[in-house]
Every structure is written in C-alpha cells, then in structure tokens.
C-alpha cells in the first residue's frame, strides 16, 4: 500500500474524462454527501439497453475526481449488463493499481453514483409499474441463450443461487430491490449498507448488479397491508404479500427489459412441470428450509419462468459451496425477523402507524375480564401480554376491532375443524388437494375442499388444529406438490 | 520532479541555502586541511575542529534570538524535539504543580506532549483563539494557577501565519512566575526575536525553516530556568540533550542562522511585498476568503479557503501545474482521509471551509515572476475543479 497517487490518477484529475452533465438524461444518480467531504453524480443516457453516453461530477479528493473520470471510461458505450459488471477490482486496475491507504471510498462512492443512475432509468422505464404493480404481458425475451435475472438481498442464499446459476452457464444479471429505508448500518435486508454489499458480492462473482427502487410499491402493497391487519385483527404475513405482488414482478420486469428468460431467487422451493403441463411448486430437498408456505400467491405466469436452484440442495450445502467458493456471504446469519423491522418489535412498528384506543377484554359470552391497550396488540392465539390473570392460561381467540374488543378463551377454544379461504392462487385444480397447511413451519393437515364459489373455498379438516388465525395463509398440497393457496378468512 | 517548481510551501521546509551547503561541507568530510572527522567531545585535533564549529554555530543561534549567553542555546534534531524537551522537561524540573496552559492552536508537537502529561495525570488547559487565530492574553491570565507548571504559546503559527502577542503573554507569565515556553519555529528568520527583551523561558527553533539542513534544532534555556532532559546519555550540551552531537548540520543551522539575523529586514520586505500580492490575487478570485490576521501574520503566509474546492485536490492539481503549496500544514495533511484543521475550527470556520484550505508560503527566494505563474495556476485549478463539482454554483 503506497500513500502516493500514480500519475494515472493524477493524469485523471488535471484532465478529467467525460466530465459534466448531460442536457437530457436517462437516468441521474448522485451518492455521498457534503458533509462527509464527496459527492458524486452520474447523468447517463441509455439507448436499447445500451449505455449510449455518460458525464460525471464529482466534489470531493484526488482518489473520488479519478475513480470518476475513469469510471467513465470502462463503462462508455458498453451494454447494461456490462457497465454494470465493472467491479471496484476493475476500476482499480484502470488507475494503475491501489490507491493510497484510506481513499477505497472513492471506488465505492463513484461506482454507487452509477449505480443508481442505472437505478433512476429503470425506475423511469418502469414508471406505474413500480408503484402499481407489473401488469405487462409477462412477454419472455429470447436472446438466444439461457439467461436469467437473479434477485440478490445481499445473503448466502441468494449469492449461491446466482452463482449456480452462472456455473450451470446462464447469462446471469443480478438486481437487489430497494424496498425500504432501513436502518443505516444494519444488517436488515434492502437497507442502503445491504444494498452495498449485494453489489459488492455480485461483482467478485463477476456477475452484472442492478437496483430497483420499489419503495412505494413495498410500502402500498407489504407495509400498508401489514398495519392495516394489525388494525383489522388480522395476521399479516409480509413476506407472502411481497411474493404476490412485488418481487417476481420487478425481477420480471427486469428480465423483459433485458430481454432475458428466466427469473430466480434464493427461495429453498422446486418448480415442476405435472404431467398434464401444468407447473407448480413441490417441496424443496431440505424441508427445514421449506418456503413454498409464502410462495403461493406467486402468479402462475411468473413460476413458470421461476427457477428456485436451491430447490435441490441442503442449507449445509449451500453454506458450503459458498465456503468453497470463497463467498464473504457465507458466514451471514440467517435472517429471521420481518425485513423492515429489523429489532423484532412489531407491535411498536404498527403503534407507530396507527391509534391505539384502550377497550376492553372479554370473554365468549361477553363478560369483561380486563381492559386492553389496543386491538393492535394482539392476534389470534396469542398467549404472552393479555394481562387478565386466571386459573388456566388464557389465548386470543378472537379480535374484534368494529367493538374494539379482544375476546379470551381456553386453548380448547382455538380448536377449529374448517377453514374459510379466500384471495386464491390455484396452480392445480382445486380438488387434487389432500392436505392444508395453515402456518409456517406445521405440518400439513389432511382435508376435504368444498367450492363455495365467488372464489371462496371451506377446507374439512381430518383433525382440530390449534389458532387458525384470519389474515394467516392456508397452502393446499397433494402430497408434496402445492395446489394452490388463499388466506383464511375473518368469519371462519 | 521537475526542475522548474514554483515552490511555495516554505512553511514546510525552505531549500537549502547555497552558503549553508558550504558550511556544512567541511564537516561531511570535505575538511580543507584533510582534518578526519572528529567527535566534539574528543581532546585531539579533530575533535578540537568539530567543537569549534559547535561553538560558533552556538553563538550565531544565540545571536538570531538575542541570547546574552550562546551556552543558552541547546542543540537538537528539530523542533519536534526542542518543543517536546520543553514541555516535558520544565514539568518534570517543578514536579508538585501538575497544570499546564497550551494555546490550541499549537503545533502537534507541543499539543501531543501536553497530552502525553495528561495521560500522566496533569490538567490541561487549551486556551482558544479570536476568529484571526489570536491568543488573549487576558484569557491567558485567567488560565494561570498556582500549580502551573508551565504555559506554551507559539509565537507565530504554522498553519495560518497568525503572530500572537509574545510580549504581553511573556510579560503576564514573568509577573506569577509561570515558565513560558514558545515555539519559534516558523517565526524565526521572518521576525525580529530578542529574548533579552521578552522574557520567555524556553524557545524552540528549527534549521530547515530558515533555509538550513532538515534535522537539526535547537532549544534557548534562559539561564536561570530549571529544565530536566528526557533523552540520557554522554551528556552532551549540559547533560541536556546526550547524543553525539550533528555536527554538519549543527554548523549549516549555525551558517542559517548568521544569514537569517544579517538579511531578516530584507527577507521581510521582499517577502512581504510578493504576500500583498498573492492575497490580492488569490482573494479576487469569488469565493477565496483569506484565513488570519490580515496584518498580524508572518511575512511569508498566505492560507485562503477556497469555497466549493477539496483541498486535497486542489494542492495536487497545482502540483501537476508545477506549483508546490501546502493542504493546512504538512503534518495535518499527511494523514489520509478528510481531517479538518482544529485550528481553523478553533477560529470558527466550518469544516467545509477547513477541508478546502490551501497554504501559500514564499520565501527569501520566491520572485514576482513565480508568483504570477502560480496565480495563473491557482485560477485554473480553482475553475476546472468549481466545473467539475457538482456542488459548487457561482455567486455571480
């Protein structure tokens, strides 16, 4: 490590390439702040996939003026994927070697600044999209070859997913979704600091990294959803409404963009084609890891262009080929907790959003027990935090914001024997289903459907199952193969 | 490096001044009557000849800041030395008061010392400075206890040029009997310095700020002062400071010093008129704002802030210009990374305005035609990197 700059750097800084801005940008990104001494703004124009032109400013020190004058440089008049390939490695290499101790900021700072320039064209191009939902033809680009966008969080699941991808020779783009703001410096999935380093795996794997602003559509269609059944005495799952309505569709729209086939994520899920040609999903190879649970709403259109590489192969597995492979992502924790509440606190998240007004706990035939804080903070089948003490434990059987009341019963009183679905998703007809699975993680029950019609379905359970909550998913399967799914309705 | 450098960052260090090389000559074994080198300390003939120059090197030191006595002067191998030997060593001669007095505007090489006695348990207090970097001395006054051990002022600063009020901070020191210790590093050579006049206890200098060799210091000791070494050995220059003495660079800094005390009006005046010309050039450039004392600063000392422009880049754009200037002072700039100066902090500026200082620094050498180059320079540089920042909009 020298604290000299080369006379490439300097050459850079006396006489900067590409520098200034472009009158009608396709896209314009900027990163770093005054504050901390360097700004970088990128204006790009894009032309068929195709980085046509591109000009730059930057604020700042030596290393930031040159990394951006060279930058530039490797990326002028380059195809998307390739400009966004260009790694901190390569932009290095341009100006000659490392730069002094203290200045690798620079490399971080002007490839960002592009970065979310490539961000804003997207973002432009998708205009709607991006808020409302992709509703296009769900159109898949043939190039010629196989290719595939991978959908990167910036984990060990989804690094080894594009790396098997791209070792199985897909032509492979990754892109990580902004979803929400985050907490800087945390380890949150789609936080800015996340962001950074999805981008820094993908371009060690030498795999092209795209971003995609999807804040509002996350924030419309996952946290809206998510306060509102809190308020409505429903159970939200967030990570089914995103399934439904935001992932596959903004990797879908990148593939068609780009003109690429397939779309993949990190899901532990398989996608089979039945024999009649229908495709739906089958449990994956590691049912520990099994995720089909929060995959049904997945229009069947978008799985049929799915692949789920790690279908096929063990957590271990996975932690190991990335081992292998020298993936810093192999040592990441596994993330439990709801991307956008990072501490686990959900009730503070929802109390945040929403009033609370105090009422009252009561039991089945109505008698008050005790009073509550809010009908936010509590589910069915909830236990811990009544605060009403009595002779046997007391569960949430029922949540009734319209009376703003929370009624409490027995364990016994969380039994149900049918369920009331709706919102479905089918990939198979509906009455090849054997079996419901109502949370996360339990085991399926066996079970007889009866078409309700206006797309409702009532599910007979073979045996009583435990707190079937309204808002919750039920997922039908026919031995390992998913049928469809809904979610269980409030007056099951 | 090309030959052709408007060198303008005198404040760092000065060239080496022809007559300086020849003094020094005789001592790196160039010694006109075939002498072998000698050690000071030895009795032969040599020896005797290594002494001699010694001595005279002493007297000429003394002569620059107005010693009565050479046997005052100690010699060193830098101002970091000299400043570190005072502050420590006139703690250590009182040790019952455990208080120090710094300015915060001092050079690293007594703010370090200070907190270097701070990890041992003494109290310091950092007196600040006006919006122009000047120390008070009224606050001074108030900063002063009866276990002070000692007060550090310096009398002209490195980084903005600042010349602080020596006399009346010496004269409140004298008064409670506080030892005073100043550093004269870059005030030496650029103002008159009599230390017979302005009673201060202990002040360092530097050879290669006035066009001597890099290595080579020297600490003044009043007479009567109580000072304790921190380096052990043979005992050289009164058990002071052991080591065998630098004998070249001791008779170049002696040489520096005797051209330093013969030319100083001239230096000053030739200085000064190419600073008054600096300023008024680097200012009418918008957004250039000049940091210090408009009067009270040193001869040689122009340090500008120069909106919307990283410092760092600016100091190397001019260096592939062919202009040498300084980013704050060397010592600050060296260091990777964005460090605003706490001394422009201490005199109010915002950390922008901090981390887009240049200093401009000319000497005894510098010619008008120099200036002019960099002028030129300085305006490209500044309008390429304004055009360049996506920040910066004119206020035209």
């Excluded at chain 1, 019963?409 to 079996?435: H, I, M, P, Q, T």
């Excluded at chain 2, 001869?299 to 704050?328: K, P, Q, T, Y």
Aim: with cysteine; glycine share 10%; net charge negative.
């Amino acid at each position: 490590m020298t604290n000299n700059y080369n006379p490439r750097v300097i050459d850079h800084l006396v006489r900067p390439r590409n520098a200034g801005e472009l009158e009608a940008p396709s896209g314009v990104g900027e990163s770093g702040d005054a504050a901390c001494g360097d700004v970088a703004r990128f204006t790009v124009r894009i032309e068929e996939n195709h980085l046509e032109e591109i000009r730059y400013k930057v604020y700042g020190c030596v290393a930031c003026i040159a990394a951006g004058s060279a930058l530039s440089e490797l990326v002028w008049s380059k195809p998307l994927p390739e400009a966004a390939r260009v790694s901190k490695v390569d932009l290095e290499n341009a100006l000659g070697g490392p730069l002094p101790a203290g200045k690798e900021h620079a490399l971080t700072l002007v490839l960002d600044a592009l970065h979310k320039a490539l961000e804003d064209h997207w973002n432009r191009q998708a205009g709607e999209m991006l808020v409302e939902g992709y509703a296009g033809g769900f159109g898949r680009g043939t190039n010629g070859r196989k290719s595939v966008v991978a959908a990167m969080s910036g984990g060990v699941d989804s690094a080894v997913t594009a790396l098997l991808l791209k070792e199985a020779g897909y032509d492979v783009v990754t892109v990580t979704f902004r979803l929400h703001d985050g907490e800087r410096g945390s380890r949150s999935c789609c936080s800015p600091d996340t962001v950074l380093f999805a981008r820094d795996t993908a371009h060690r794997m030498g795999l092209p990294h795209f971003t995609l602003n999807l804040k509002e559509l996350f924030d419309r269609r996952v946290m809206k959803d998510f306060v509102g059944s809190y308020a409505a005495g429903r159970t939200p799952n967030p990570c089914v409404s995103c399934n439904a309505h935001v992932k596959f569709h903004a990797a879908s729209f990148l593939a068609d963009r780009l003109g690429f086939h397939n779309v993949a994520t990190g899901h532990y899920a398989r996608v089979v084609e039945e024999p009649g040609g229908a495709v739906t999903m089958a449990r994956p190879a590691d049912a520990s890891k099994d995720q089909t649970y929060v995959l049904w709403p997945v229009p069947g259109e978008l799985l049929s262009r799915t692949i789920f590489p790690l279908g096929e192969y063990r957590k271990e597995e996975v932690r190991r080929i990335a081992e292998e492979r020298g993936l810093a992502v192999a040592y990441t924790p596994e993330s439990q907790d709801i991307c956008f509440i990072p501490d686990g606190n959900y009730r503070g998240f929802v109390r945040k959003k929403v009033a609370a007004e105090p009422g009252e706990i009561v039991d089945k035939g109505g008698r008050t027990l005790g009073k509550h804080a809010g009908v936010v903070d509590f589910t069915v089948g909830q236990r811990r935090g009544i605060g009403v003490s009595a002779p046997t434990p007391l569960y949430v059987t029922e949540v009734r914001p319209s009376q703003n009341q929370v009624v409490v019963g027995r364990r016994k009183d969380l039994e149900v024997r049918e369920v009331c679905v709706g919102d479905l998703n089918w990939f198979l007809d509906c009455g090849e289903a054997d079996s419901v699975q109502v949370r996360y993680n339990s085991a399926p029950v066996s079970c007889e459907i009866e078409d309700l019609g206006d797309g409702e379905v009532r599910a007979r359970l073979a045996e009583p199952v435990m707190g079937v909550a309204p808002g919750q998913s039920a997922v039908f399967y026919k031995g390992d193969r998913m049928v469809g799914g809904g979610v269980v309705r409030q007056d099951a | 490096m090309q030959n052709d450098v408007v060198y303008l960052d005198h404040a760092a260090t000065t060239p080496l001044d022809e007559r300086v090389l020849e003094a020094m000559l005789p001592h790196l074994g160039r010694a006109p009557n075939g002498s072998p080198r000698g050690n000071p300390s030895s009795l032969h003939a040599p020896g005797v000849f290594a002494r001699e120059a010694v001595e005279e090197a002493r007297a000429s030191v003394a002569r620059l800041v107005g010693a009565d006595d050479p046997g005052e002067i100690l010699f060193t191998a830098g101002g970091t030395e000299s400043d570190n030997l005072a502050v420590l060593g006139l703690a250590a001669a009182d040790p019952d008061k455990k208080h120090v007095v710094i300015s915060v505007v001092e050079h690293p090489a007594v703010r370090e010392a200070a907190a270097h006695l701070e990890v041992a348990g003494y109290e310091v207090t950092s007196i600040g400075v006006d919006a122009d970097g000047l120390v008070s001395p009224v606050e001074l006054a108030g900063a002063l206890r009866p276990d002070t051990a000692l007060a550090a002022v310096m009398w002209a600063n490195n980084e903005v040029g600042a010349v602080q009020p020596i006399e009346e901070i010496a004269a409140i020191c004298q008064e409670v009997r506080v030892p005073l210790h100043v550093d004269a590093v870059q005030a030496a050579g650029r103002l008159p310095i009599d230390v017979s006049r302005i009673p201060v206890s202990t002040l360092a200098l530097s050879a290669h700020k006035l066009y001597g060799p890099q290595g080579v210091g020297a600490l003044y000791a009043r007479g009567d002062i109580e000072l304790e070494p921190v380096l052990f050995g043979g005992g050289q220059e009164k058990g002071l400071r052991s080591g065998t003495e630098n004998v070249a660079g001791i008779a170049g800094f002696g040489e520096a010093a005797r051209l330093a005390y013969e030319e100083l009006a001239d230096r000053t005046r030739h200085e000064e008129a190419l600073r008054e010309a600096l300023i008024s050039g680097a200012t009418g450039i918008p957004g250039v704002r000049l940091n210090g004392h408009r009067e009270k600063r040193l001869s040689s000392n122009i340090h500008v802030s120069v909106e919307g422009v990283d410092a760092e880049s600016l100091v190397l754009f001019l260096d592939a210009l062919g202009c040498a200037v300084g980013s704050g002072s060397a010592c600050a700039s060296s260091t990777a990374g964005h460090k605003a100066s706490p001394i422009l902090l201490a005199m109010a500026r915002t950390p922008e305005e901090a981390i887009s200082s240049i200093r401009i620094t000319v000497g005894k050498d510098t010619t008008q035609q120099e200036v002019n180059t960099f002028l030129d320079s300085f305006a490209t540089a500044v309008t390429q990197l304004r055009e360049l920042s996506p920040l910066y909009t004119s206020k035209n």
